[in-house]
T-cell receptor
């Protein structure tokens, strides 16, 4: 059964810092990995999707990497802003005999001015 | 292009009742997935429908069921509600045939409270 762990669970940083959020998974036979952002009480917003054959994806100040063999992904946020405050969720797509996504518990990020 | 819409946004029910939630996917998306999000268990996959057929199912009891209509709109039903069913129920749609294994777009969710 696929298990996804996100570290740290919470993070509070001053504006302008560069951040690294971590996601690890136990079954490397994945189809893809997706990073989401969730604001309190709201739905999820897709940030980046990395297919299993890719190593990284970039969008603006966000960069996500994937190392399938070691079961790890990182989300790098450059020059953080207060508007980045949210919970960041990692979703691993599939696994051995699995065709559904498994979500981590998320990293709750606060960026203070 | 309109996003995924879910109705109602908030719902209060009592134990033993049943509830139906609705989800309208993005136009052209044929895959609709449902998720339950609670503080204790996080976000968990319920089931996925594609072209009116349930293709994937998570590990939830039979009280949780769903269906999809020919216009891709989907409904989720929970019968004999329990206190533990209180949660944010999220719907996601996907254009891809891989459904939940590819890029998904989420709705705002329905907040269900069971008293």
């Amino acid at each position: 059964k696929q298990e996804v762990t996100q570290i740290p669970a919470a993070l509070s940083v001053p504006e302008g810092e560069n951040l690294v959020l971590n996601c690890s998974f136990t079954d490397s036979a994945i189809y893809n990995l997706q990073w989401f952002r969730q604001d309190p009480g709201k739905g999820l917003t897709s940030l980046l999707l990395i297919q299993s054959s890719q190593r990284e994806q970039t969008s603006g100040r966000l960069n996500a990497s994937l190392d399938k063999s070691s079961g790890r992904s990182t989300l790098y946020i450059a020059a953080s802003q207060p508007g980045d405050s949210a919970t960041y969720l990692c979703a691993v797509g599939g696994g051995t005999r699995s065709y559904i996504p498994t979500f981590g518990r998320g990293t709750s990020l606060i960026v203070h001015p | 292009k309109a996003g995924v819409t879910q109705t109602p946004r908030y719902l209060i029910k009592t134990r033993g009742q049943q509830v139906t939630l609705s989800c309208s996917p993005i136009s052209g998306h044929r895959s609709v997935s449902w998720y339950q999000q609670t503080p204790g268990q996080g976000l968990q996959f319920l089931f996925e429908y594609f072209s009116e057929t349930q293709r994937n199912k998570g590990n939830f009891p039979g009280r949780f069921s769903g269906r999809q209509f020919s216009n891709s709109r989907s409904e989720m039903n929970v019968s004999t509600l329990e206190l533990g069913d209180s949660a944010l129920y999220l719907c996601a749609s996907s254009y891809s045939r891989e459904g939940p294994l590819n890029e998904q777009f989420f709705g705002p969710g329905t907040r269900l409270t069971v008293l």
